[in-house]
T-cell receptor, first 111, second 114 residues
Framework: DAKTTQPNSMESNEEEPVHLPCNHS???????IHWYRQLPSQGPEYVIH?????VNNRMASLAIAEDRKSSTLILHRATLRDAAVYYC????????????WGAGTKLIIKP | ETGVTQTPRHLVMGMTNKKSLKCEQH?????MYWYKQSAKKPLELMFV???????ENNSVPSRFSPECPNSSHLFLHLHTLQPEDSALYLC?????????????FGPGTRLTVT
């Protein structure tokens, strides 16, 4: 079973920042927080992952709460190409280090 | 392009047919995965190969048979499938030393069982 909770859908305007929340109140010390996205008619795409500290890469930023019970994926300037389903996934010892997928958040970008 | 290719992209087969799905990764990874994505359901992990050894088999019916001849290639052999097996089958790869979380996916094979 997925151990994360995400809103079913979110809307955002093009060229504005997007903050995608994820709750994972039962996270364990060995769990990494991963984010993937899946564009229509494509396979999932790795976005970013982290353990305790905030992380940045060319695609996005990951902000992790101090107690690690929640995290936020930040797209700094959304484009229409960012419209996708975004998945927040815990990966660690409890899941035998495999990805356990939930339903994700469908992000809608309005022009 | 993710560096993971899958063929065919679309496949229609009858319940008595035998077919195979192919996956190839060009990333130098040493772990490969098969996932199933049915409509309105989360991705389901089917099989994991790490260093060419099968390390995970999530109670998948025997009509699905994986094969990993080397670290770059992965097959899923299909026989006597059922209509409920119609789905998108996704292959992924990763580097074991980096953990199993950072995976790179192919575009998938859309399978229809008639």
């Amino acid at each position: 079973d997925a151990k994360t909770t995400q809103p079913n859908s979110m809307e955002s305007n093009e060229e504005e920042p997007v903050h995608l929340p994820c709750n994972h109140s039962t996270i364990s010390g060995t769990d990494y927080i991963h984010w993937y996205r899946q564009l229509p008619s494509q396979g999932p795409e790795y976005v970013i992952h982290g353990l305790t500290s905030n992380v940045n890469n060319r695609m996005a930023s990951l902000a992790i709460a101090e107690d690690r019970k929640s995290s936020t994926l930040i797209l700094h300037r959304a484009t229409l190409r960012d419209a996708a389903v975004y998945y927040c996934i815990l990966c660690g010892k409890d899941s035998n280090y495999q990805l356990i997928w939930g339903a994700g958040t469908k992000l809608i970008i309005k022009p | 392009e993710t560096g993971v290719t899958q063929t065919p992209r679309h496949l229609v087969m009858g319940m008595t047919n035998k077919k195979s799905l192919k996956c190839e990764q060009h990333l130098g990874h040493n772990a490969m995965y098969w996932y199933k994505q049915s409509a309105k359901k989360p991705l389901e992990l089917m099989f994991v190969y790490s260093l060419e050894e099968r390390v995970e088999n999530n109670s998948v019916p025997s009509r699905f048979s994986p094969e990993c001849p080397n670290s770059s290639h992965l097959f899923l052999h299909l026989h006597t499938l059922q209509p409920e097996d119609s789905a998108l089958y996704l292959c992924a790869s990763s580097q074991v030393q980096a953990g199993f979380g950072e995976q790179y996916f192919g575009p998938g094979t859309r399978l229809t069982v008639t």
